[in-house]
């Protein structure tokens, strides 16, 4: 039984093409199992060796749990590292930064949060840079942008651009999305949410397809570079 979230999780992480096989599932995974081993201890009354108790004898049972504790403790704060694995799930419109407030210490959100706004300081894209795929759309574009100046019908319509919020803001002041089963939680498409909302949140768009589009574990990656290696040496 013990063995058996570890089987489990280890399998979704090399799940192909899903947001379960992504980056974006690396940190709730070490919580939940780190939790296993943590509950497991306290089920067999097993305490972890202090200074005290360095030379107590432990079961094999209790060595085993303190080596993969160990491990796992040491893979998770290497994680700490990049924003990548905080920002893939904030970018998960039914988690945003709620799993973070209710899983981890009160100490580490402001990190989350300042993880999360330099990330997208770095995608982010001026207004100036444009969005048209030819020049006659750019320059078209701007002819109206000079109305606008004199003229400012979206202004009056939706507010001046100083008055609009942050796009980043936008999408966390947004209720979560709630999904009401959990096969719908399970079969919900987060890229498939994400096109679907990339003219609102262009710029968390993009940041969501590059997040989830990276491997939570590096196994299937390894094997194409060794087929690969494989056919050229052989």
């Not at 942008?145 to 979206?154: A, E």
Request: charged share 30%.
């Amino acid at each position: 039984m013990l063995l058996k979230p570890f089987r489990l999780l280890t399998k979704m992480g090399q799940e192909k093409n899903t947001p379960l096989g992504s980056i974006g599932s690396v940190l709730w995974g070490f919580d939940m199992l780190l939790e296993v081993l943590e509950k497991t201890r306290e089920k067999y009354n097993i305490e972890k060796p202090d200074e005290k108790k360095k030379n107590q004898k432990l079961s094999h049972l209790a060595t085993c749990i303190d080596h993969a504790h160990g491990l796992f403790s040491k893979y998770y704060e290497l994680t700490d590292k990049t924003e990548a694995y905080i920002v893939a799930m904030v970018l998960d419109p039914r988690q945003k930064y709620k799993y973070f407030f209710h899983h981890w210490n009160k100490k580490h959100h402001p990190g989350v949060k300042r993880k999360t706004e330099a990330m997208y300081k770095e995608f982010r894209v001026d207004d100036d840079a444009g969005t048209s795929s030819s020049t006659v759309d750019s320059q078209q574009s701007n002819k109206k942008r000079k109305v606008d100046d004199d003229f400012d019908i979206l202004g009056h319509r939706f507010g001046k651009e100083e008055d609009v919020q942050d796009e980043l803001e936008r999408y966390l002041n947004s209720s979560k999305l709630t999904l009401s089963t959990q096969e719908a939680n399970w079969t919900f498409d987060i890229i498939a949410w994400w096109k679907a909302n990339e003219m609102v949140y262009p710029t968390l768009a993009r940041m969501a397809y590059e997040l989830y589009s990276i491997p939570s574990m590096s196994a299937e990656v390894e094997r194409v570079f060794s087929r690969y290696y494989f056919e050229i040496v052989y």
